[in-house]
């Protein structure tokens, strides 16, 4: 094939290849990365002051690295045409058509980047698949690219899978110290080969322990497995906040006492309003469709019970605003403290807040959003595909800063966990809001006692509103 990895492209700049690809710039400057895309307006963003993802820390790494050895292209024929190694880094949306909608992932955005590989490649490739696929997806990559090989005796591929396993938020963080990077090939000489010449970029900064190298399939499915179990995890723990809340046990203290088995492990047990992000629903989903192709429809119901509880999680925390707020939130202005999935992005894909507004919007309530990171155009977006465009027009008005959102609000609602909710001065929101006046805590992050001696009616996921006391000390919010 060659002898050493100098020229790398990356078809997809999102919230993967964009962060990734300027990683593997930032820590080999002797390879030149470009990144590509089919829209250009993304591209210009890559190629401006302001990019178009927010992530801690990718500014700083994507400014040293721009025009040196990493490069935002919309040219896809050269950036495949030049380069050794090709990561697929486009999205893999759950189907919202046809076979498997609603499920399955949708694979055409992959295919069609193996099929412009194939017409533009002219000379051997390292095809390696960053985008989550369903097991076996590399298959049909490669038999894509065999067909232009039997027209073209230049050429030769190897498709590897080599998931990403960064988490949004702490991207930078996850890619410079990953817990494992996995790559997957063929036992051939030139699988074997292939793997070596993607383990020797990795190596360059993760300790080599750390590179775990399997068939295709097992690097293939153990994505899914991660992010199905990371996911149970936080159903799990949903579930249980549910039982505190009935019983007068507090979630915290729950997780806390379970987490310190060090065979459970004390991370990822947050409870919350639901998990969203892209990854997890449609992951889990692909692996239910997966699992019902394969005809293990237990384990199928199995998987999907993680799914239920999450959806069944974010419809229980708006039935229980609509319930305290004396069963009606019509005409009731509400301000919801965060858009994002998570703190620390801007990205709003299956967010618990849409779900949550959702619910509320359909019992005509009028809210007033707040998130320091998602712009309005996004908001309405992510809304209006899940209610009534007009209703959004209508009852939805979004704030530039909490105190606008709050004032003259009956209640506040915490859907996304940014640390700025904590450090707020809630003494002067009580005071500009409609009295009694409720704080409905989704992500576990405010002090209730706090609140409570200022006045407010406090609900928190997972404790009992009479029961929950002070679990942050003298150093926590308000
Ligand atoms: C996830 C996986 O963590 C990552 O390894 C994979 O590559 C992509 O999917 P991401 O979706 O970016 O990453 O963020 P993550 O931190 O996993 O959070 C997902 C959702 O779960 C968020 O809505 C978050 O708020 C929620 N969450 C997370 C909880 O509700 N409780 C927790 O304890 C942890
Ligand atoms: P992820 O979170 O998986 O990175 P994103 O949606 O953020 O997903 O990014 C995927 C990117 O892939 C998008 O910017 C999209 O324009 C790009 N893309 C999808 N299909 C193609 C294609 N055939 N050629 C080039 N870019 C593509």
Redesign the pocket.
Known sequence: MFSKVEKVTCVGAGYVGGPTCAMIAHKCPDIQVTVVDMNSEKIAEWNSEKLPIYEPGLHEIVMAARGKNLHFSSDIPKAIREADLIFISVNTPTKNYGRGKGMAPDLKYVESVARTIAQHAGAPKIVVEKS?VPVKAAESISFILREAQKNDTRLAFQVLSN????????AIR?LSNPDRVLIGGESTKEGQEAIHHLVSIYERWVPRDRILTTNTWSSELS?LA??AF??Q??SS??AMSAVCEATGADVREVAHAVGFDSRIGN??????V???????QK?VLSLVYLCESLNLQKVADYWMGVIDINNWQRRRFADKIIAELFNTVTDKRIAIFGFA??KN?GDTRE??SIYVSSHLLEEHAKLAIYDPKVSEKQIRMELGNNVDKQIVEKLVTVCADPYEAAAGAHAIVVLT?WDEFKELDYSRIYSSMQHPAAIFDGRLILDQPVLRDIGFRTFAIGTAPDQAYNLFGSSGCC
């Open positions: 989550t998931p990403e396993f960064l988490a949004e938020g702490t996850d994505k991660a992010n990371l996911a995890r936080i723990i949903n991370k990822f047990l947050q409870a919350s639901g998990f969203g992000g892209s990854c997890f992951d999935f998570k992005t967010s618990s966990e």
